[in-house]
């Protein structure tokens, strides 16, 4: 990807998080990723096909006014599961759980409760 679409895509962003609530853009645009652009066409990755589908209900317009812009011209765009991000998005869960469960008394058995196990009847 051209350093010219990721400052297109950089000021996109800017301009969207001036016409939305600051939480509601850290929610929704935190984890996105310029894929792809062709002839006016740009393609937004996303961690799950909820936020695709949110993205593009929602907030479609605002994202592609200020893409339009941004780039000086007409553009549109498209939402798309990103598998990069889907992976990334899965495996930060699945570690915010697994700190939680650590937490949790006995959520980590000691070594006392190791040894014990391997004697109970």
């Not at 929704?28 to 996303?46: M, P, R, S």
């Not at 909820?50 to 549109?76: G, I, N, T, Y």
Request: charged residues 30%; hydrophobic residues 40%; aromatic residues 8%.
């Amino acid at each position: 990807m051209t350093a010219v679409l990721h400052d297109i895509w950089s000021a996109t962003l800017e301009r969207v998080r001036e016409k939305v609530d600051p939480r509601r853009f850290h929610l929704w645009f935190k984890e996105t990723e310029l894929l792809c652009a062709e002839a006016g066409h740009f393609q937004i990755g996303v961690p799950s096909r909820f936020v695709a589908e949110w993205l593009d209900e929602h907030l479609k317009d605002a994202v592609s006014d200020s893409l339009s812009e941004a780039a000086e011209a007409p553009q549109s765009v498209r939402f798309v599961v990103s598998p990069k991000l889907f992976r990334k998005v899965q495996a930060a869960r699945i570690e915010a759980q697994q700190e939680l469960l650590d937490e949790l008394p006995g959520g980590k058995p000691s070594a006392d409760q190791n040894d014990l196990r391997h004697y109970s009847l």
